[in-house]
């Protein structure tokens, strides 16, 4: 048996600090949203919110301070709609795509052989709400969000799953590569088999990235042909 087609390739972006910044949009909206709902005063300056899902930031910080787990689900269909709101308040003019993302996306798109999705922490609504304020949103059919597992390790199954939905095919672990900008994002594609490839351009420094050893590295998303190459590996 041969193939005379390379491969199918699966494309699994991370949002924040890979795609875009959004210039403090979300952090504000989850303060807002965990004062309002939550009663929270506290400071999330201490937080770092790479790579972590939206689910396990609310817990994160919620836990903290005290408050349980039942407390918490308590209130966390309002807490969602409420920061939701905020995002989509704040948004539209704060968030900006990164560097290199226009030349990368149009290089994957325009890939015959590559599909190109999300897996990010995001709920899938504020993903969508994110991406859509750059007209991004459209660019990613599908993809697996916060709201699908609050453990990333568990999204690039449901990724994966999602992907053959769409396209009829299924993709095994090492026809999958994962790009993103933080620890997290090299640590669950590893026990899948995928491809990680690192990018230095959110918050996490080149030094703590390539410690985590991925597959690739980069400094940035510019070095668009380099990218091209490790994906197509
Ligand atoms: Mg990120």
Same mark, same amino acid.
């Given at each position: 048996?041969?193939?005379?087609?390379?491969?199918?390739?699966?494309?699994?972006?991370?949002?924040?600090?890979?795609?875009?910044?959004?210039?403090?949009?979300?952090?504000?909206?989850?303060?807002?949203?965990?004062?309002?709902?939550?009663?929270?005063?506290?400071?999330?300056?201490?937080?770092?919110?790479?790579?972590?899902?939206?689910?396990?930031?609310?817990?994160?910080?919620?836990?903290?301070?005290?408050?349980?787990?039942?407390?918490?689900?308590?209130?966390?269909?309002?807490?969602?709609?409420?920061?939701?709101?905020?995002?989509?308040?704040?948004?539209?003019?704060?968030?900006?795509?990164?560097?290199?993302?226009?030349?990368?996306?149009?290089?994957?798109?325009?890939?015959?052989?590559?599909?190109?999705?999300?897996?990010?922490?995001?709920?899938?609504?504020?993903?969508?709400?994110?991406?859509?304020?750059?007209?991004?949103?459209?660019?990613?059919?599908?993809?697996?969000?916060? *709201?699908?597992?609050?453990? !990333?390790? @568990?999204? =690039?199954?449901?990724?994966?799953?999602? +992907?053959? &939905?769409?396209? $009829?095919?299924?993709?095994?672990?090492?026809?999958?590569?994962?790009?993103?900008?933080?620890?997290?994002?090299?640590?669950?594609?590893?026990?899948?088999?995928?491809?990680?490839?690192?990018?230095?351009?959110?918050?996490? *420094?080149?030094?703590?990235? !390539?410690? @985590?050893? =991925?597959?690739?590295?980069?400094?940035? +998303?510019? &070095?668009?042909? $380099?990218?091209?190459?490790?994906?197509?590996?």
């Amino acid at each position: 048996m041969y193939s005379v087609t390379p491969m199918r390739k699966l494309v699994l972006f991370d949002i924040d600090g890979t795609l875009i910044s959004d210039n403090g949009a979300s952090r504000e909206a989850f303060a807002l949203s965990l004062a309002d709902v939550y009663g929270f005063r506290g400071d999330l300056r201490r937080y770092d919110f790479s790579g972590r899902t939206d689910p396990q930031i609310v817990r994160m910080i919620l836990h903290d301070d005290a408050r349980t787990d039942a407390d918490i689900d308590s209130q966390l269909p309002h807490f969602w709609q409420h920061y939701l709101g905020g995002l989509a308040r704040n948004a539209p003019g704060r968030v900006r795509m990164l560097p290199g993302i226009r030349a990368l996306l149009d290089a994957v798109c325009a890939g015959e052989h590559l599909t190109v999705a999300l897996l990010t922490g995001n709920i899938e609504p504020g993903a969508r709400l994110k991406l859509g304020a750059i007209g991004l949103s459209d660019t990613f059919a599908f993809g697996a969000f916060g *709201s699908d597992s609050p453990r !990333r390790e @568990e999204l =690039p199954p449901i990724a994966v799953t999602r +992907a053959a &939905d769409q396209t $009829g095919h299924s993709f095994d672990g090492g026809d999958v590569i994962i790009i993103g900008d933080s620890i997290y994002d090299v640590r669950c594609g590893i026990p899948h088999g995928a491809t990680t490839i690192a990018i230095a351009s959110g918050k996490t *420094s080149a030094e703590t990235l !390539r410690a @985590e050893n =991925p597959d690739h590295f980069f400094e940035s +998303a510019e &070095d668009v042909k $380099g990218i091209i190459a490790a994906i197509m590996g």
